[in-house]
């Protein structure tokens, strides 16, 4: 599986952006899907998951009721809608897969990672 995550920008803080994540092969409807961030300095940290029907979805506290995950297997694509920006959600996203199938806050459990999409949310 081959991901490549689009949609970052400069925002201002209150803004929203919307992340998108393209999957190549016809095996995107049996992935886990997960979004990381990762800012200068800190670690990738978790932000949300969804589980390969989409009928399972996982968030970090810091995100819950801002970040929304969604995916459409018909066009395989996952989706990352982020409303009311804070200047603390500045990083790097990355969109990953995990062939487990289940909506996983864990890092170590996703095989295949796209390059990343910087979002900088202005203050």
């Known amino acids: ?3 490549q995550a689009s949609g970052g920008g400069l925002v201002q803080a ?11 092969g016809r095996t995107f409807r049996n992935y886990a899907m997960g ?10 940290e978790f932000v949300a ?3 390969w029907s989409g009928g399972s ?7 819950k009721g801002r970040f929304t995950i969604s995916r ?3 066009k395989n694509t996952v989706y990352l809608q982020m409303n009311s920006l804070k200047p603390e959600d500045t ?7 995990d062939q487990r199938g289940w909506a996983t806050s864990n890092v170590r459990e996703y095989d295949y990672w796209g ?3 910087l979002v900088t949310v202005s203050s």
């Open 115 to 117: 390059q990343g999409t």
């Open 1 to 3: 599986v081959q991901l």
């Open 35 to 44: 979004w990381f961030r990762q800012a200068p300095g800190k670690e990738r």
């Open 49 to 51: 998951a969804i589980s």
């Open 91 to 97: 990083a790097v996203y990355y969109c990953a897969a």
């Open 57 to 63: 979805t996982s968030y970090a506290d810091s995100v």
């Open 14 to 24: 209150g803004g929203s952006l919307r992340l998108s994540c393209a999957a190549s």
């Open 72 to 74: 459409d297997n018909a």
